[in-house]
């Protein structure tokens, strides 16, 4: 039978997830972890539409510790979502196949995800402290 | 070399030829994500701690409101289309992986409706 040649899967508990592999898991974690993440969203856009009342209700609710690491998160992983979909992008369209490139790549990922944040995070404490 | 086995050949069980719609769909939504999802962002950390009238006024504005209506649908379906490739990875039992898959988009539907009525009524200054 020709399945005897079909190729197997590593075997995941003794072997050394690459770099690429971390990032592919990732990007489907991050991707369900964002699908329930839309709660805070629809929250949110329904505080502000239901008053000032509610609305002050979720933003404390966002401005308190637990808020700002829930959304920290949701931050980064929506940018990792982003910046790894747009490496996936370029795969769709037939190029950075090469191992040596998908390692830069996913290097270039992680900086890009990771400075986006950095910078959405230093945008919001610059307007909070200017009002 | 093929990777199917004889019998996979031989009854044919291919492509229901519906696969494309699926993965063409994820990746526009993708591509339309990628500036909404920027601007969006960038739009909510200024507004961080701005008071009540400010964010009211600039979530509602005509292209802003248009914008964010737009980002949501595609938000929404571009979720409802992974979510569903996740299921049918992992979930082997038809009846479970139908259920999984019908719940979760009934539920990002009634999501993507509530945030979308919520945004009109703000735009239009209920």
Known sequence: MSTNNRPLSPHLDVYKLPLSALLSILHRGTGAALSVGTIVLVWWLMALAGGEESFQVAQSFMGSILGRLVLFGWSFALFFHMSNGIRHLFWDAGYGFDKQVVEKTSLIVIGFAGSLTILVWIVAFAFGIGE | ?126
């Not at chain 2, 209506?69 to 038809?94: N, P, R």
């Open chain 2, 1 to 126: 070399m093929s990777l199917r086995s004889p019998l996979g050949q031989a009854k044919g069980l291919g492509s229901a030829k519906e696969g494309l719609h699926h993965w063409w769909a994820q990746r526009v939504t993708a591509i339309a994500l990628i500036p909404l999802t920027i601007w969006f962002a960038f739009k909510v950390a200024v507004l961080s701690m701005a008071d009540y009238e400010t964010v009211l006024a600039c979530i509602g504005s005509p292209w802003s409101a248009a914008l964010i209506v737009s980002l949501l649908i595609a938000v929404f379906y571009h979720a409802a289309l992974g979510m569903q490739v996740i299921y049918e990875d992992y979930i082997s039992h038809k009846g479970a992986r139908i259920g999984a898959i019908m719940g979760t988009n009934l539920l990002l539907f009634l999501l993507a409706i509530a945030a979308i009525i919520a945004v009109v009524r703000i735009a239009l200054g209920g």
